[in-house]
């Protein structure tokens, strides 16, 4: 008798992945699980969400925390990297300009659901990254706005921000991100045209740090809209 064919297919081989490649594998994913989850639970739940074992996850980030930091590093430092100091410094453009071209890519990186929700969870469970982010974008971005505001309007440049400059700043800042947490994590109606909505609020920042801080001198007007037809 003839003996029947096997019916079982070979398991297709899974490609083998470096270790760099692993570590990127594991941040993904421990980055989706983050923003789904939160931070509860520990690095064992962790592993079996990442299908790998416990010892092969403690190989590459010996404890959680190691993990969040890599997370915090990818998803919130390195989109940082993208040449926006200099854009922001650029004294040969307009302020207005500079900064709506950096809101516009400020918000292209911030405005996901995952972003927003790490973010949120990492709050409200007193963990750094919220800490961490808040002192980048302090020193790094709106520092900056803030001695180019000041450059803008024939003010000293130089000397730290004072604290109501940096309340006036973080309170645009915010309204900005607010936007986007209204849209992608209370799903609610917000002005779809991001741009302007930029648009909108660069203007009231710039009117009102010109009107207390500048004492009205640099004469700041409602920048045009472009409409598309």
Same mark, same amino acid.
């Given at each position: 008798?003839?003996? #029947?064919?096997? /019916?079982? *297919?070979? !398991? =297709?081989?899974?490609? %083998? $992945?470096?270790?760099?490649? @692993?570590?990127?594998?594991? &941040?993904?994913?421990?980055?989706?699980?983050?923003?789904?989850?939160?931070?509860?639970?520990?690095?064992?739940?962790?592993?079996?969400?990442?299908?790998?074992?416990?010892?092969?996850?403690?190989?590459?980030?010996?404890?959680?925390?190691?993990?969040?930091?890599?997370?915090?590093?990818?998803?919130?430092?390195?989109?940082?990297?993208?040449?926006?100091? #200099?854009?922001? /410094?650029? *004294?040969? !453009? =307009?302020?207005?300009? %500079? $900064?709506?071209?950096?809101? @516009?890519?400020?918000?292209? &990186?911030?405005?996901?659901?995952?972003?927003?929700?790490?973010?949120?969870?990492?709050?409200?469970?007193?963990?750094?990254?919220?800490?961490?982010?808040?002192?980048?974008?302090?020193?790094?971005?709106?520092?900056?706005?803030?001695?180019?505001?000041?450059?803008?309007?024939?003010?000293?440049?130089?000397?730290?921000?004072?604290?109501?400059?940096?309340?006036?700043?973080?309170?645009?800042?915010?309204?900005?991100?607010?936007?986007?947490?209204?849209?992608?994590?209370?799903?609610?109606?917000?002005?779809?045209?991001?741009?302007?909505?930029?648009?909108?609020?660069?203007?009231?920042?710039?009117?009102?740090?010109?009107?207390?801080?500048?004492?009205?001198?640099?004469?700041?007007?409602?920048?045009?809209?472009?409409?598309?037809?």
């Amino acid at each position: 008798m003839r003996k #029947k064919a096997s /019916t079982k *297919r070979a !398991r =297709p081989k899974q490609k %083998r $992945l470096s270790p760099d490649e @692993r570590r990127k594998e594991f &941040v993904a994913k421990a980055t989706e699980f983050f923003a789904e989850e939160g931070f509860g639970g520990g690095t064992r739940d962790l592993a079996r969400r990442l299908g790998v074992t416990q010892p092969l996850l403690y190989r590459y980030f010996p404890s959680k925390d190691d993990l969040i930091k890599e997370v915090y590093r990818t998803v919130y430092l390195e989109p940082l990297d993208t040449g926006w100091e #200099k854009l922001l /410094t650029d *004294r040969s !453009r =307009p302020l207005r300009d %500079r $900064l709506q071209e950096f809101y @516009r890519g400020y918000t292209n &990186v911030i405005f996901k659901r995952k972003w927003m929700r790490i973010y949120l969870y990492s709050g409200l469970k007193g963990l750094d990254i919220n800490r961490w982010y808040v002192g980048v974008v302090r020193e790094q971005i709106l520092t900056r706005i803030i001695k180019e505001c000041r450059h803008e309007m024939g003010l000293s440049a130089q000397g730290k921000p004072t604290a109501p400059e940096l309340e006036l700043a973080w309170v645009f800042h915010s309204g900005i991100f607010y936007h986007g947490v209204r849209k992608y994590i209370y799903e609610s109606l917000v002005l779809e045209d991001k741009e302007q909505m930029i648009s909108d609020a660069l203007d009231a920042f710039l009117a009102g740090y010109d009107r207390v801080f500048g004492r009205g001198r640099a004469g700041f007007v409602r920048a045009p809209v472009n409409v598309a037809g």
